[in-house]
């Protein structure tokens, strides 16, 4: 008996081998000579050659002009007293300033209580500027940012919105300016703090408004089943761009290509989306996708497979994959499978154009391969702002050009891309475990209940969440069974998805399925996590009693799911008996 996750599709030993090197590599040297910022003319340019290259493999393309909101990032510096000016990076979505003068405050990693000390003052943060980190100094007062880095300047994005503002989120916009300096320069600004006050001249200009950006899917359909698999990737970047993202747009094409040729056999069919306003408007063509093609997506997508950052010089480690829990195993048996490593699925940040968990659809991968783990500053940053170590050096850097890719680590992550598409388009029975995600869910649940303690009672969600793991354990070791001629599959397929559009928002949103959850982590079970807080709030004052009557409501929402989920389940059962 093979668990659907286990699925090989025997085109993978046909195709794989030919997977192109010179292909591969001809698509990175094209669009990594292309500086691809956000509606610039080199984007389009880089657009018009992936629009050409799909047409000639028989893809069937739309392209379209799309509005956006986009930040472009244009000059920053810092002047001392002494005339001495520092040069400095500044960032999207930062505020434009002119010679903006203040007083300097050492804060050390940025700790809300350190913020505070800086108010009204310029903030001299230590680390990588993240949207986090950028909202709570403007929370704390902060007139001006200055983030001090490794060696390199690394490009960010600081606004803690996805995709475009909307009325209830466009007051978040960022309002202070923001740049980065190079690790030397901070410690000679820390050297003169030691001694007596200084005073700094901030310089930053960002041109920051609506934008039309390129927006193209191409797409072939499957032959037995409506369903479709979207494999994203964005084309917009830093300077050239050859890893981020012009390695993944050569994976795209060169999967397209492969498939393409073998179009006669697919159950199912893929869309491939290209992306732009990843880099400068956070997520921007991802999130408007989701918007507007939300109905196919929550129908008809039964997977969304995101490609970025593959082919890097050095990257040999596989052992951190991404993904939602549904997918977790299939990501980690085709990576096996693959590359002959172990990795183990990791629970998504917000990050990755990962904008489909409000329709329910379940994703897998971000970056795919990276460098062996590293104790840098920068893999300590990427860690925690998006669970992943292994990000080179010249990640988001002028330095990231055609010279930092590796042809066989590229074709290696190519194979496994390749591999996941045909598994998803041909598998029989959809490889989705939904026992772990319940199993995560009932985790969570217990540590929210020990933690709330007798304060409130978590427990109705605990025993649905219980008896729909033990569902679930039982639909897993069921789902080898069904035949693929079964006439049963349809249905079996049909309840796999529905399980998914339960929990994936669950597990992954704040509740509204329809808006964008703001560019900050999203911890599972979102509205119930409140219930941490309880013990540092009086239980007879206003705010104890208020948070109780959120988290009786939250609960009712987390239930309801979770029943709902089990009638699935039951269904499920029915049918795979």
Known sequence: ???????????????????????????????????????????AQAFDYIERTLKSYGVEVE?????????????????????????????????????????????????????????????????????GRAWAAQQAGVVGQIHVLMDHLHNMIVTTIWGTPAPETAWRIPATPCLSILGADGETLRARLAHRPLRLRMTTRVRTGWMPIPHLVGELSGRQEDRFLLLSGHVDSWHYGAMDNGTANA?????????????????????????????????????????????ELH???????????????????????HATEDAAA??????????????????????????????????????????????????????????????????HTKDDTVDKIDADVLVLDTKVYLA????????????LDHARPAQALVAELEALQAAAGARVDLAPALEAARALAERLARVRDA?????????????????LMRLSRVLVPLAYTTGDRFTHDLALPIPPLAGLQRARELATLDPDGDAGKFARAALVRERNRAVHALDSAASVADELLSLTV
Not at 107 to 121: H, I, L, T
Request: proline share 5%; charged share 25%.
């Open 63 to 131: 392209r379209r002009e799309i509005e956006a909101y986009i930040s472009l990032p244009q000059e920053a510096r810092l002047a001392l007293p002494d005339g001495t000016v520092i040069g400095a990076l500044t960032h999207s979505f930062s505020a434009s300033v002119e010679a903006l003068d203040a007083e300097v405050v050492d804060v050390g990693d940025g700790r809300p209580e350190d913020m505070r000390r800086a108010a009204g003052k310029i903030a001299l943060v230590r680390g990588l500027a993240s949207p």
């Open 330 to 395: 299939f990501a980690e048996r085709v990576v096996a499978d693959v590359t002959g490593q172990a990795g183990r699925g990791r629970r998504f940040s917000r990050a990755g154009d990962q904008s489909f968990w409000g329709a329910g659809v379940p994703s897998a991968f971000m970056s795919l391969s990276g460098l062996p783990k590293q104790d840098t500053e920068l893999s300590r940053a990427m860690e925690r702002l998006v669970g992943s170590a292994g990000f080179p050096w010249w990640w």
């Open 479 to 495: 789902l080898g069974r069904v035949e693929p001629a079964s006439p049963r599959l349809d249905a079996v397929n049909r309840a």
């Open 251 to 295: 994976t795209m094409l060169e999967v397209a290509r492969l498939l393409a040729r073998r179009r006669e056999v697919l159950r199912r069919g893929i869309r491939f989306a290209f992306w732009s306003g990843h880099s400068h408007g956070r997520y921007a063509g991802s999130a408007w996708y989701a918007d507007h093609a939300w109905r």
């Open 420 to 431: 996941s598409a045909l598994r998803w388009l041909n598998a029989p029975v959809l490889p």
């Open 299 to 321: 129908q008809r997508c039964v997977v969304h497979l995101n490609v970025d950052s593959t082919g890097a010089r050095g990257a040999t480690d596989y052992s951190v994959l």
């Open 1 to 43: 008996m093979t668990a659907p996750w286990e699925y090989r599709d025997p085109l993978e030993s046909l195709l794989s081998p030919d997977i192109s090197s010179a292909t591969l590599m001809e698509h990175v040297r094209t669009i990594g000579a292309l500086e691809r910022e956000s509606g610039s003319p080199g984007e």
